[in-house]
């Protein structure tokens, strides 16, 4: 009898739950393929405040608008010279890889 036999139920369905793996979803595009979708290539290019929006609607779910989160980018952004972005997308980042497993 194995370890996982002797644990009572409950403990049993926790432990599969710490050691299962997420699964494995394979990329939709390369590393270098950032152009193959134009139209995002040059909105993030020139205007990074709507990309980031739309992705931070997408981490919070849906709690704050895509417009809210892009206004209170440039926002962020002005107020600090510009200088604290890297780190406010820092968190947005963190929470995407923890959300979906990357």
């Given amino acids: ?6 644990l009572p139920a409950p403990a049993a369905a926790t432990r599969a739950l710490v050691h299962a ?3 494995v979803h394979p990329w939709s595009t390369g590393l270098f393929d950032c152009a193959e979708d134009p139209g ?14 739309m992705v931070a609607e997408i981490v919070d779910r849906g709690s704050l608008s895509s417009g809210a989160s892009a206004a209170l980018y440039v926002l962020i ?3 600090t010279s510009w200088w604290f972005l890297p780190i406010y997308t820092c968190f947005y980042r ?9």
Wanted: contains cysteine; glycine residues 8%; proline residues 9%.
């Fill in 1 to 6: 009898m194995d370890a996982a036999e002797q």
């Fill in 21 to 23: 793996q997420p699964p």
């Fill in 94 to 102: 963190t929470k995407m890889r923890a959300q979906y497993g990357l």
């Fill in 40 to 53: 995002n290539c040059w909105m993030t290019c020139f205007c990074p405040c709507v990309t980031f929006g």
């Fill in 77 to 79: 952004g002005m107020v």
